[in-house]
């Protein structure tokens, strides 16, 4: 379990620092046409972080933090695919903003999902 946590990790990792590259490129109008790359590679993050969710699930971590965490892992891409209809204009920078946090959100609660699994695997393996 330890490794496909490390694994999904990592990945979660990767794919928060493509996409947000790619997202300051399509903020700032240089790359639109690299817009399903972003969308795709965003999909790879939400699907690494639920592979930790389960993964948590399994190794007894907080419920109430797994749940949150697959919860967020749906607002994601929600978010994404209907920013362009939230806000048109000058508040559509806010909606981009939401976006960005919501996706830095979801690479925070990977990564504490990862230090919880191998806690509970510390804790597991001792006497």
């Known amino acids: 379990m330890k490794t496909a946590a490390t694994v999904a990790q990592m990945l979660v990792r990767v794919t928060g620092v493509i996409n947000i590259v790619l997202g300051v490129l399509l903020w700032t109008h240089h790359a639109l046409r690299l817009l399903p790359v972003h969308m795709q590679v965003g999909y790879v993050l939400v699907l690494s972080l639920w592979v930790l969710a389960l993964l948590a699930a399994r190794a007894g971590v907080n419920p109430a933090f797994v ?3 697959i919860v967020w892992g749906f607002l994601v891409p929600v978010l994404g695919a209907m920013q362009a209809r939230l ?3 000058n508040a559509h ?3 981009q903003l939401l976006h960005l946090l919501v ?3 979801a690479i925070g609660l990977a990564e504490g999902l990862a230090v919880r699994i191998k806690q509970e695997r510390t804790h597991a ?3």
Do not use: D
Request: cysteine-free; overall charge neutral; hydrophobic content about 60%.
């Open 93 to 95: 920078w806010a909606i």
């Open 125 to 127: 393996l001792q006497p």
């Open 103 to 105: 996706g830095m959100g």
């Open 87 to 89: 806000a048109v204009g």
């Open 67 to 69: 749940g949150v965490a």
